[in-house]
Structure formats: C-alpha cells, structure tokens
C-alpha cells in the first residue's frame, strides 16, 4: 500500500490568498484525521472524519479553515483567506478501525509558508 | 493546561541509555503511544500501552506507565544514532499528542 498521500509537500503563498491541502487516506481506512504541527503548540488536532463524516471539528482554529472529504479516498483542508499566523506542517492521518485501538498512519506532511 | 507534555530535548550519547518522559491528563485514555518522527517525514507509531499495563518491553524499548502520577516514559536501550529523531507521547481519548521531545545522539 502506499501509504497517506499528502499534496502539495510544499506550498508557499501570500497572505490573504486561498490554499487547499490534499489527503488520499489508505484505502479501507475508516477514520482520517488533519494535524497542525508548529514549534510554538506542538502537533494539534484539527478535525476528524469517520466514513467521510465529520467527527469532531472543535479544534478548527477560526471560520478561515475548513475541511470536506466527499468520498472515502479524498480528504481536502482549505484556508481562505490565510495568514502568516496559519504556517506550519499539515499532517493528514488515517486510521482503519476505532482510533481508541488502532494506530494512525501519518502522510509526509505539507509543508506550509504564508508571507 | 495541555493534555500531554513531555520535555523538549534530550541528548543523549551513543551506547547510553535514553529516557523520554511525559504526563498527561485525562485519566480515561484506554492507550497511550509513543510514536516517531525522523526529519521530513510523518510520524510512525513506535510502541504502545495498554493502560491496564505498567511495563511494555519490545526489543530495545521499554515503556512505564504510572496511572496514579499519569506518567508515561520510553526508555530506549543501547541508543544508536539511528534514534535520533522527535519522539511524541500521545493519548487515545483525546488524540491528544505531546510537542515532541527532540533526541540528538551524539558519538
């Protein structure tokens, strides 16, 4: 299998403009998660799907941020407009049964800069 | 206060041993991991505990859990320089994960 694909790895924009990550979970995977990692905070759950609905959405930082997943093999996170405040490493995860047992598996990141 | 905390740096020389400490705070999490990150990459779970458990030992790799102290640590034996990389604790009730302790082996 190959694993969580994650697009773009890097992503440079400016502030105020829109960006939309990319996750492709393992295929058979249940559950997929999108992670925020920065120096100051650490690694931040954002939100988390089960069967492509939406979980739990609380750690969501603001109305700028956003995140669908219209099918069970795609997962998008959209930030519009951004700020520089919003640079960091998105990590999408996935997960195949009950997070409380399973392990998640992690995608390589996209690494974010906004100017 | 946050959920998981666990110091940020260790350094440690090659052939000693390794001991990453953490703490956490929600005393339902049914598991608690410890998981890997090497430069550039996504993280890999590298060992994990049931919290009915108190010791896990896989190869080189031990974990502690004290469940009163909400204690969580990863003593990695024989560190190699291979184990240089963030180590994150993390909790299954929350998906809580720690800010990473960052090991450097040095020769």
């Known amino acids: 299998d190959a694993g969580v694909i994650q697009s773009p790895r890097h992503e440079v924009t400016e502030m105020g403009q829109e960006v939309t990550l990319r996750c492709k979970p393992i295929?058979?995977?249940?559950?997929l998660f999108w992670y925020r990692q920065t120096m100051m905070r650490g690694l931040e759950l954002l939100i988390y799907?089960?069967?492509?609905?939406?979980?739990?959405d609380s750690g969501m930082p603001e109305d700028r941020f956003s995140a669908k997943m219209p099918n069970a093999s795609f997962s998008t996170l959209k930030i519009q407009p951004s700020e520089p405040r919003d640079s960091a490493v998105y990590f999408c995860?996935?997960?195949?049964?009950?997070?409380?047992?399973?392990?998640?598996?992690f995608g390589e990141g996209s690494r974010l800069t906004v100017l | 206060g946050e959920d998981v905390e666990q110091s940020l740096f260790l350094s440690v020389r090659e052939g000693d041993s390794s001991v990453i400490n953490c703490t956490y705070t929600?005393?339902?999490?049914?598991?608690l991991y410890w998981y890997k990150q090497e430069p550039g990459a996504g993280l890999q779970l590298l060992t994990y505990?049931?919290?009915?458990?108190d010791m896990k030992q896989d190869q080189r790799l031990t974990v502690l859990l004290n469940k009163k102290d909400k204690h969580l640590s990863l003593r990695i034996a024989d560190t190699q320089t291979g184990d240089s990389a963030i180590y994150f604790c993390?909790?299954?009730?929350?998906?809580?994960f720690g800010a990473g302790t960052t090991v450097t082996v040095r020769a």
């Open positions: 929600d005393s339902s999490s049914t598991y």
């Open positions: 993390a909790e299954s009730t929350k998906l809580s």
């Open positions: 295929s058979g995977h249940d559950y």
């Open positions: 799907f089960n069967n492509n609905v939406p979980i739990d």
């Open positions: 995860a996935s997960s195949l049964t009950d997070y409380n047992t399973g392990e998640l598996f």
């Open positions: 505990i049931f919290s009915n458990m």
